[in-house]
């Protein structure tokens, strides 16, 4: 063998090792494609199986006053994602990020959360807030943590936050500004309005409605349906059979 070619027996040793390494490394999957399905086909297989569990996403309202409708839809995908957990749910917001009120009780009921799991947290400002929300993904006892997107929040932050959901195998939620167009590093995003809601026998409204939009994926396909929120059953699903209107692939990010 040329000298120039010849390799140490521990050099050797070492590129074993490195590609036993990289082995292992190839046959484990990011914990952000461990995925929770919504339970809708449409959507379902837009997003590769489900919404993925150890990931920053985010919902905005279409406009200003859908604005609660995106909280709904939120509260919605909490439910959906926390599943049988036990650990708590940590929401901090600001007086700012609450214009339009704080979940309360009965509404939080009526989505199948238990109150007592959510710790709300009251923050000065954003900054705070963001801080809450890391420290708490290093927390034990935490398994889902909620927050309003900051306009101020850059992309740097906003990878950093998804990194740590990452590696602290927790989803995180953010409610972003229905005109923030800042860049950011969620896996998806979703865009809220109310939709019509059908009536009992009564008059009364029966189930929220929502139309929503998937706008962006990792996966790269999107798409709009129409679904409402079935609180007897705890899930989403479509209003109607043409609620599933539109599916395509994003443009280049």
């Not at 200003?64 to 509260?75: E, V």
């Not at 029966?206 to 349906?225: I, M, P, Q």
Request: hydrophobic share 45%.
């Amino acid at each position: 063998m040329n000298k120039l070619t010849e390799v140490s027996p521990d050099r050797q040793a070492r590129l074993r090792a490195l590609r036993r390494q990289i082995v292992q490394a190839a046959s484990l999957t990011t914990h952000w494609e461990e995925v929770a399905p919504l339970g809708i086909a449409g959507v379902d297989a837009c997003l590769n199986g489900g919404v993925a569990t150890g990931a920053l996403h985010e919902v905005a309202a279409a406009d200003h006053r859908s604005t609660p409708a995106s909280i709904g839809f939120l509260l919605a995908l909490i439910t959906l994602l926390s599943g049988t957990l036990k650990s708590f749910i940590l929401w901090p917001f600001t007086k700012a990020a609450s214009a339009f009120g704080v979940p309360y009780a009965p509404g939080l009921k009526f989505f199948g959360l238990d109150p007592a799991r959510i710790v709300f947290v009251r923050c000065t400002n954003a900054r705070e807030c963001l801080w809450v929300m890391e420290e708490g993904l290093r927390l034990g006892g935490i398994g889902i943590v909620i927050g309003t997107r900051a306009k101020k929040m850059d992309l740097t932050a906003s990878r950093r936050l998804h990194l740590a959901a990452e590696q602290a195998h927790m989803p995180v939620l953010l409610l972003r500004s229905y005109n923030d167009g800042s860049p950011s590093a969620a896996v998806t995003r979703w865009r809220i309005s109310p939709a019509p809601s059908a009536h009992d026998e009564f008059g009364f409204y029966k189930n929220a409605r929502f139309h929503v939009a998937l706008e962006y994926a990792r996966s790269g396909k999107t798409g709009e349906w129409e679904m409402e929120w079935d609180h007897g059953a705890i899930s989403l699903r479509l209003s109607s059979e043409l609620g599933d209107r539109a599916a395509g692939e994003n443009p280049a990010a």
